[in-house]
């Protein structure tokens, strides 16, 4: 990964790391997909953590990119989404072009607990991100 890294830094690229199959795994002491911009993971029964179903996360310590990804994966809708619960036409309001990626309550809830079980925890400072789009 340095090599990568400094490739990226010298030209003010964002690395984005796939780190489906390496949650929990380490690269010369740092959790492996908090290296670089943005780390995704995935959670489908085939990788080192799963969540019950389809599933994944994308990690980084850019809290404006995580809210970004978050938008795109529930179709561009914005923050707005997520308070329009009094007036739902505003919440069908687009900011942007997205995808219907959301991943289910359930599925998160399972995903949330088993995060708590990987080296050095999840969202307690240090070796995780806290900001999490699960
Ligand atoms: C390294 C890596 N990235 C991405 C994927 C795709 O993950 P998914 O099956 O959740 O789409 C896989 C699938 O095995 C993978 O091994």
């Given at each position: ?11 003010g690229l964002a690395v ?36 019950g179903g389809e599933g ?10 995580v809210r970004r990804v ?65």
């Amino acid at each position: 990964m340095d090599p990568l890294l400094a490739l990226a830094r010298g030209r003010g690229l964002a690395v984005v790391e796939d780190a489906c199959q390496a949650i929990g795994g380490r690269y010369k002491g740092r959790s492996v997909g908090t290296l670089g911009h943005l780390g995704c993971y995935g959670f489908i029964r085939n990788k080192a953590m799963a969540c019950g179903g389809e599933g994944g996360a994308v990690a980084s310590f850019d809290e404006a990119a995580v809210r970004r990804v978050i938008d795109l994966a529930n179709h561009g809708r914005g923050e707005r989404y997520h308070r329009a619960h009094a007036n739902p036409d505003l919440g069908m309001a687009r900011d942007a072009v997205g995808f219907n990626y959301r991943q289910s309550e359930i599925l998160s809830a399972i995903a949330r607990v088993q995060l708590r079980h990987l080296p050095g925890g999840s969202g307690r400072g240090g070796a995780w991100p806290t900001n999490t789009a699960t």
